[in-house]
């Protein structure tokens, strides 16, 4: 019998927000990669209304991805947030592994029983991140783009940090991550494109900076990128699921 290799689906929260790196590394851990488009292009001004996910029970990993909304929009959380979390839920009851991105790890917190609150600063681009468990979270400059942080959940262990905010924390058999380690110059690109309201200047650092510092660092990122989803893999998602 052929074994079926193992599958994480990504939860494309918006539609610039895409797996990128991360899809990369799990296709080199050899699964397979399904992704599920939560809010399309053509609802982007107008992101609320419930949403029917799939089933996290088909699922080895679920991963849900960045956004620029707040998970704490009360529009939101009552439409395909609160969805969303409800999915979160029943994968963590489920055994299924969970691995929240930017937006996507402030979602784990919030679901679990944290906060998540405006920032007294943002984070733009490459910051470095202490960590203090390498062999899950590699340390390193990460990329960043956020105006929000998240207070941990009960029962949560924080793993990583930058002065301004909790970068990493584990829950059982999930991962929230502030940082985006998916991040790679074509998806910068359109970050970069998208960025109408000139966050990046307001946040002291030009369009051409952010490329030129993401493009030297684009070997190291993606050797740390593969460390990390080899450490989420080994120590969170490679744990005897639940009985």
């Known amino acids: 019998m052929v074994p079926v290799a193992p599958t994480v689906l990504f939860l494309i929260n918006e539609h610039i927000a895409?797996?990128?790196?991360?899809?990369?590394?799990?296709?080199?851990?050899?699964?397979?990669?399904?992704?599920?488009?939560?809010?399309?292009?053509?609802?982007?001004?107008?992101?609320?209304?419930?949403?029917?996910?799939?089933?996290?029970?088909?699922?080895?990993?679920?991963?849900?991805?960045?956004?620029?909304?707040?998970?704490?929009?009360?529009?939101?959380?009552?439409?395909?947030?609160?969805?969303?979390?409800?999915?979160?839920?029943?994968?963590?009851?489920?055994?299924?592994?969970?691995?929240?991105?930017?937006?996507?790890?402030?979602l784990l917190a919030q679901t679990f029983g944290g906060?998540?609150?405006?920032?007294?600063?943002?984070?733009?681009?490459?910051?470095?991140?202490?960590?203090?468990?390498?062999?899950?979270?590699?340390?390193g400059p990460w990329f960043q783009w956020h105006f929000d942080r998240w207070s941990l959940p009960p029962g949560a262990t924080e793993l990583a940090r930058t002065a301004d905010s909790s970068q990493a924390f584990v829950l059982g058999r999930a991962l929230a991550l502030q940082f985006h380690p998916e991040v790679d110059t074509e998806l910068l690109k359109v970050w970069l494109a998208a960025d109408s309201n000139g966050e990046a200047l307001q946040a002291g650092i030009t369009h051409d900076e952010l490329l030129t510092r993401t493009e030297e660092l684009a070997v190291d990122t993606a050797a740390r990128v593969r460390r990390l989803v080899a450490g989420f893999l080994t120590y969170l998602a490679g744990q005897p699921r639940p009985s």
């Open 18 to 106: 895409t797996e990128a790196l991360l899809g990369e590394a799990f296709t080199d851990h050899g699964f397979d990669v399904e992704t599920f488009e939560v809010v399309p292009a053509e609802r982007a001004e107008d992101p609320a209304g419930h949403v029917t996910f799939p089933d996290p029970a088909g699922y080895d990993v679920i991963a849900p991805l960045g956004a620029t909304w707040p998970v704490y929009e009360p529009a939101l959380r009552d439409t395909w947030v609160g969805d969303e979390m409800q999915l979160m839920r029943d994968a963590a009851a489920g055994g299924t592994a969970l691995l929240g991105v930017c937006f996507g790890g402030q």
């Open 115 to 139: 906060s998540v609150a405006r920032s007294p600063r943002p984070e733009i681009g490459w910051c470095e991140v202490t960590s203090d468990r390498s062999d899950i979270v590699p340390g």
